[in-house]
């Protein structure tokens, strides 16, 4: 055991220079990775097709993160965000994972802003079972849904409403109404939950676009 700790001993001292290099390069890289991602943005990848038509399985998109330093989410905003039911350990290990994306096994959604703080939400089905949504009891446009027809049908046990949003509380719902886990199922979101705002699809390129 002495004679490793002193081939260690020694092999440090005379690569000095080029192992403080090489710290100093991994620490500012990491650095640069948390500046990033906490500031300015990620890269996602869709795992689902609960946003259809609007993003599909295997999309990649750019999510900013600098907007939520002087503005809350909209109406229609495609928000990647923390469901409340994932819970979120602030051990070091994990908000080192979080901040830099590395082995991060913390779960996150991708859904559509459609109910803001403050406003009732309500979610009806005519007698052709054609559903639309009601904020403050008036109709919703949504050219982006999939279909007006195809959702799961309302029960008991889901968010549908009348709900009225409290402070800094959120309806998410994804575009693909009839095969997504969203806020009928798990109810509202609070803000804080938030990670970012998709703005851009960029892969496959040749559906590249502004979302």
Known sequence: MSNIFQYLKTYYTEHKAAIKEIVETVVFVLAMVIIIRFFIGEIRWIPSGS????????????????????????????MVFYPPQEKLRYTPWRLFSRLTGFFCKDVAFIKRVIALPGEKFELKADETGKYTVYINDEPLDEPYIKSEYDYRPCTEAMFCGPIVLGEKQYMMLGDNRGNSQDGRYWGLLEQNRFVGKAVFLFWPFKRAKKL
């Open 51 to 78: 946003m259809h038509p609007t993003l599909l399985e295997g999309d990649r998109i750019f999510v900013e993160r600098f907007s939520r330093f002087y503005t809350t989410p909209k109406r229609g905003d495609i």
